[in-house]
């Protein structure tokens, strides 16, 4: 059931990424359709843009996260001794190098993990976490956050992020071009087949940014699905995880953490609610906790 439920969660994935590439192109070539008579030249200029934006995300992912979530981080084994223990222990079952470990100063227990590659990532967990959760329940939680970074997790997120971002961007500069007319430029040629064109294009360039935010939100519910089922087969003990879920959850929402940086945190740190919409970040905790269950 577990390695099932992995490899189903490994596929979706792809072909969210996939989704996520198809709506860049597909953005850039309607504004480029609209705007220069030419898709093929807004499809290069906005892939341009994508990698460009990709690349100066995750080389600075792991400091602009820690910084905007005010993290500071844990240099001496004495600070938190059981916390360090259990990411040093946990991360040689999952076979990767120990990452840094940051500290949150906010008293709702939460965590989460950051950095594009196993060599450069970093945990953080909150002070909460530490007061409120035994070990058993802190190692359930370190074990989600271990297998993101093992599974690659945090570069997907960020890259899905930025795949976003630029949608956003080409969508917006697409709207600004029409508005000192391009628009006018298209409907000066007076062609039904050019008129369809332009009403299709204007369609996506409105729809595609709330396409590409669903298909993130998406990616981040599937991530948090397939983190849960790897933090078991690390730990070998799902209750640890189930009774911290359900410790968090319960929990208030946290006053110091970012929104952009939400669905990074093993539950949202602003809505403890048990329902999923197409909108959540993460999948609703009954759902996470009856997966759980089932293995």
């Known amino acids: 059931m577990l390695f099932e439920q992995i490899e189903q969660n490994k596929r ?36 341009v843009i994508a990698l460009v934006y990709m690349f100066t995300m995750i080389s600075n992912s792991t400091k602009v996260v820690m910084k905007l979530n005010k993290g500071k981080e844990i240099i001496q084994k004495q600070d938190y001794p059981l916390l360090w223990n259990v990411v040093e222990e946990l991360s040689l079952v999952g076979k990767v190098p120990r990452p840094k470990i940051y500290v949150i100063d906010d008293k709702s227990p939460n965590a989460f993990a950051s950095g594009n590659s196993p060599d450069k990532a970093s945990v953080a967990v909150t002070t909460g976490l530490m007061e409120r959760l035994n070990r058993e329940e802190i190692e359930g939680v370190i074990a989600h956050e271990i297998a993101h970074i093992r599974n690659y997790d945090i570069r997907l997120s960020t890259i899905a992020l930025a795949l976003t971002a630029v949608v956003a961007l080409v969508a917006n500069i697409g709207t600004r071009m029409l508005w000192f007319g391009g628009a006018r430029r298209k409907n000066d040629k007076g062609d039904n087949h050019s008129l369809i064109f332009f009403i299709i294009s204007l369609v996506l360039i409105i729809l595609a940014p709330i396409a590409a935010t669903l298909a993130q939100l998406a990616l981040s519910r599937n991530r948090e699905y397939l983190a849960d089922a790897s933090a078991v087969e690390l730990t070998r003990n799902p209750q640890g995880l189930i009774s911290a ?31 999923q919409t197409l909108f959540s970040t993460h999948p609703s905790t009954d759902s996470r906790i009856k997966r759980l269950k089932e293995m």
């Open 12 to 47: 979706k994935t792809v072909v969210l990424m996939l989704v996520f590439f198809l709506l860049v192109l597909v953005i850039g070539g309607a504004v480029g359709y609209l705007n220069f008579n030419s898709a093929i030249n807004g499809i290069v200029i906005s892939a």
């Open 245 to 275: 879920l359900k410790k968090i959850s319960a929990s208030p929402p946290m006053e110091k953490a970012d929104p952009t940086s939400a669905a990074l945190y093993i539950e949202n740190p602003f809505k403890n609610k048990n329902t």
